[in-house]
């Protein structure tokens, strides 16, 4: 099974910028379109961005396009989120995924990581 491991989550500062990681094991990483999802305390999970495995295509949160850029390096079996002028609605726990076309619907991803945390401070 494809397995994903997120990093890079913390306390930043109102107005700072974060970066996650996600590494994937395997060899079908690069077919595979990835997603950034997040998760508040008593909210369901929500659509953050995603990108298609070739890295042509992004899309994002009419929210948050502006403040967060996805990005993938499939040399290194890595997808990033570059999180800029957070802010305290930010915070939550931020998950990345795996599936076969970038989407944002979180049922069309077959992989999850754990989740890394994301807390902005007032």
């Known amino acids: 099974q494809v397995q994903l491991v997120e990093s890079g989550g913390g306390l930043v500062q109102a107005g700072g910028s974060l970066r996650l990681s996600c590494v994937a094991s395997g060899r079908t990483f690069s077919s595979s379109a990835m997603g950034w999802f997040r998760q508040a305390p008593g909210k369901e999970r929500e659509f953050v961005t995603a990108?298609?495995?070739?890295?042509?295509?992004?899309s994002y949160a009419d929210s948050l396009k502006g403040r967060f850029t996805i990005s993938r390096d499939n040399a290194k079996n890595t997808v990033y989120l570059q999180m800029s002028s957070l802010k305290p609605e930010d915070t939550a726990v931020y998950y990345c995924?795996?599936?076969?076309?970038?989407?944002?619907?979180?049922?069309?991803?077959?992989?999850w990581g754990q989740g890394t945390q994301v807390t902005v401070s007032s």
């Open positions: 995924a795996a599936g076969r076309a970038r989407s944002i619907y979180k049922s069309e991803y077959n992989y």
């Open positions: 990108i298609s495995a070739s890295g042509g295509s992004r």
